[in-house]
């Protein structure tokens, strides 16, 4: 990887400028990083765009600051084959300082973040013919990019309720307004297009898997027989780990991504992976499990990328009654509830696979495609 002082793209290719929180090295692949991907193979120059970021998240350790960001703010890093980052660091950006006097005393100073430096990247918007927001408070710079383009075609894609975030309040506020200036809204399950019926640009566009990748025979990280696997950074529901764990010494239980606190023999944390090598844990594993615990907004989480990396490899999901889903291979609990909890592993691990589920599953490329119609 290298820095890019300059670039001009091939006669006739379009460009894609996707602005998304995460950091486009990360070990963590979320489905900004897969369009990415989608949109190189059909043709497209991309560019990644991190934001927000700034000093703010530095002194909250957020976990971006594990990699070189400070290096790469404010300069073009091309990855070759017409993929390129950017770093939008800014001094500030509009985040939640967690009491109600403080917030409203940023409010007006948080109303100007719009109005950051954003050097090579106001060109980088002139010339693209398409931008996808990701749910984040960078949202604040859609009215900025849209004067700079006015051109481009402009997609909401609202991967996560913003609500799970917990941005400052403006950020909410503004959301819905500026949601109904977007040539498309673009939610990834029927759960967070709820927030947006009532506006005629959005729609439904359930998230994508790499299927070469999911296709791909590999070896099955596991010693055990039987075998449930969380995957990802919500925080786990404690209770549910606990309980099952203790009901089914024979079985383990691998976390993928985050760090419980229960401790048992047969619970064997992993810590972050590479998202290539997470792969083989979803294939190979016996159930998954969607144990997320109880927050504002996680009852949007039904069909999160977990969840459909799990239903295309045909796994069961065992998933808390308050995540209300229509797929035929979750299997609820209530949470809190031991009798529950067993009832639900114990019938998970009995149903088996379902492999035709994998047919409903879109690849990147068709989403990416969807977006740019």
């Known amino acids: 990887m290298q820095s890019a002082r300059a670039w001009t793209p091939a006669t006739g290719e379009k460009r894609v400028v996707l602005v998304s929180y995460h950091y486009f090295a990360s070990k963590r692949k979320a489905g900004f990083h897969f369009l990415a991907d989608a949109y190189r193979n059909l043709g497209w120059e991309v560019l990644f765009v991190t934001a927000p970021i700034s000093w703010i998240s530095f002194l909250r350790r957020d976990p971006r600051f594990e990699y070189p960001v400070r290096r790469d703010a404010r300069s073009m890093r091309d990855h070759g084959g017409g993929l390129r980052s950017y770093v939008l660091f800014t001094t500030y950006h509009p985040a939640n300082l967690r009491l109600n006097a403080l917030n409203q005393l940023v409010t007006r100073l948080y109303t100007r973040w719009e109005n950051v430096r954003l050097g090579p990247l106001a060109e980088e918007v002139r010339a693209a013919d398409l931008v996808i927001f990701e749910s984040t408070p960078a949202l604040l710079l859609f009215d900025r990019f849209r004067k700079l383009n006015p051109d481009a075609r402009y997609v909401y894609r609202v991967s996560d309720d913003l609500r799970l975030l917990e941005p400052h309040p403006l950020v909410l506020e503004r959301e819905l307004e500026v949601a109904r200036r977007f040539d498309l809204v673009s939610a990834s399950s029927h759960a967070i297009h709820r927030r947006f019926t009532h506006l005629a640009n959005a729609r439904v566009d359930p998230h994508g898997i790499d299927t070469v990748l999911f296709d791909r025979p590999s070896r099955s990280p596991y010693t055990a027989p039987v075998n449930a696997l969380f995957l990802g950074f919500w925080p786990i529901d404690e209770h549910f780990l606990a309980t099952a764990a203790s009901r089914f010494p024979e079985v383990e239980f691998h976390i993928v991504g985050g760090r419980p606190s229960t401790e048992a023999p047969n619970i064997i944390p992993h810590g972050e992976l590479p998202f290539r090598e997470t792969v083989p844990f979803t294939q190979h594993a016996s159930i998954g499990l969607h144990t997320v615990a109880r927050q504002p907004g996680t009852e ?38 031991a009798r529950s909890v067993a009832a639900a592993v114990e019938r998970a691990l009995g149903a088996g696979r379902v492999p035709e589920l994998k047919r409903d599953v879109p690849s990147w490329e068709a989403l990416a495609s969807a977006l740019a119609d």
């Open 300 to 337: 949007t989480l039904a069909d999160t990328l977990k969840v459909v990396q799990f239903s295309y490899c045909g796994l069961r999901i065992v998933a808390p009654s308050f995540i209300p889903s229509n797929r035929p291979n979750v299997v609820t609990y209530e949470p809190g509830d």
